[in-house]
Structures are given as structure tokens and as C-alpha cells.
T-cell receptor
Framework: GENVEQHPSTLSVQEGDSAVIKCTYS??????FPWYKQELGKRPQLIID?????GEKKDQRIAVTLNKTAKHFSLHITETQPEDSAVYFC????????????FGTGTRLTIIP | EADIYQTPRYLVIGTGKKITLECSQT?????MYWYQQDPGMELHLIHY???????EKGDLSSESTVSRIRTEHFPLTLESARPSHTSQYLC????????????FGNGTRLTVT
């Protein structure tokens, strides 16, 4: 089955700086890679996702890049703000019978004012 | 408002009791899922359903059971609660097309004493 590794487990950045979280996956058939943000005591919420037919996707301050050859994808947050503080989870899933999402172990991001 | 609802939000119960965690969604989603998550930690899939009368076990072995008699309702039952069942249980749903985003409920935080 799919295995997703996520690094780092904790990350602290100064407000206004950029944050990068990296994930690797094991199943070359995986083709969908979402990122979820979970604030303290709240439900996980989708912030961005990417499919295997594109290499990069951007939504305002958030971007995700995908390298299918190397089987890794990354989340980039620019101009970080205090409200970006949360736990971020990457995930991967395939298709045709293997579309269950496998989540990474999470990254606790702290923005230092 | 279309959403996914979980009750109760918090539950403290003694060992050996039977409990049912409720999950209902008003988004018309075909697919529903149960995840187990210790606070701020990795999400583990314990059950999923792709439609009425369809249920499957997830990647994490669980002593709980589920049923899907109606599209909008996906309850999880523990016949005999134990302290090892203490955790947060998150229900989620998604549309039918493969690799559609997950929408999570607010979760039930279960404590078994």
C-alpha cells in the first residue's frame, strides 16, 4: 500500500518569511495530492490539491509543487501570517481501486510574530 | 447550510459500555469515511463507504463497526468501549468522482475511563 512521509514534524518561521513542507510517497500509481490544514481544536480543511498531470499549482500565498519522477511534493507558504499557525497534513491517493487517501504524519507550523 | 455533522462533540464513558458516534451529511455525498486521530497527530482511516449498504475496513484495525443504511448517515459503533479506544474520531465525506476533496466533521473526542 501507499506510504507517505512528511518533513519536518515541526517548523517555526518568522512572520513574513516563507515556509516549506515536504512529502514523499511510495506508490508510483498515486495521482492525487491534497494538503489539509488543521487549526487547534478544529477539523482538517483542504487548502490546496494537485493532480499528477501538472507540476505546480498556486493559490494566492500557497503553492504546491509535484515531482512525479522523484515521488515527492511540497507545500510552499509565502509571506506567512500568524493565522497560518496550524498542523498541515499532506496526503496521496491513486485511482481505480486505490483511491483511499493516505496521510502524512503532519507538520506543526508556528509563525513567530 | 450543507455540512457534515458529528454528535456528540465530547463523550466520557466507562469501560464496557456500548456507544454509537453519529455522523450525518447534507451535501449529497456518496462516499463517507471514519478517521481516528490523536490530537494533532496522523489521521488513520478505520472505515469507509462508497454508497448505501457498502462498507469496508480501513488501514488501521479497529474494533468498531459501521453501517450505511441511508446515504446521509454513517454511524460508528463500539460494542464494548475500552481505555485504548480513547481518541478523536473524525467523520468525512466526498463526492463520487475519484479523488474528490474530503470534507470533515468537527469530530467526537472520546474518553473511556
Amino acid at each position: 500500500g501507499e506510504n507517505v512521509e512528511q518533513h519536518p514534524s515541526t517548523l517555526s518561521v518568522q512572520e513574513g518569511d516563507s515556509a516549506v513542507i515536504k512529502c514523499t510517497y511510495s506508490d508510483s500509481a498515486s495521482n492525487y495530492f491534497p494538503w489539509y490544514k488543521q487549526e487547534l481544536g478544529k477539523r482538517p480543511q483542504l487548502i490546496i490539491d494537485i493532480r499528477s498531470n501538472v507540476g505546480e499549482k498556486k493559490d494566492q500565498r500557497i503553492a504546491v509543487t509535484l515531482n512525479k519522477t522523484a515521488k515527492h511534493f511540497s507545500l510552499h507558504i509565502t509571506e506567512t501570517q500568524p493565522e497560518d499557525s496550524a498542523v498541515y497534513f499532506c496526503a496521496a491517493s491513486g485511482n481505480f481501486g486505490n483511491e483511499k487517501l493516505t496521510f502524512g504524519t503532519g507538520t506543526r507550523l508556528t509563525i513567530i510574530p | 447550510e450543507a455540512d457534515i455533522y458529528q454528535t456528540p462533540r465530547y463523550l466520557v464513558i466507562g469501560t464496557g459500555k456500548k456507544i454509537t458516534l453519529e455522523c450525518s451529511q447534507t451535501m449529497g455525498h456518496d462516499k463517507m469515511y471514519w478517521y481516528q486521530q490523536d490530537p494533532g497527530m496522523e489521521l488513520h482511516l478505520i472505515h469507509y463507504s462508497y454508497g448505501v449498504n457498502s462498507t469496508e475496513k480501513g488501514d488501521l484495525s479497529s474494533e468498531s463497526t459501521v453501517s450505511r443504511i441511508r446515504t446521509e448517515h454513517f454511524p460508528l459503533t463500539l460494542e464494548s468501549a475500552r481505555p485504548s479506544h480513547t481518541s478523536q474520531y473524525l467523520c468525512a465525506s466526498s463526492r463520487r468522482p475519484n479523488n474528490s476533496p474530503l470534507h470533515f466533521g468537527n469530530g467526537t473526542r472520546l474518553t473511556v475511563t
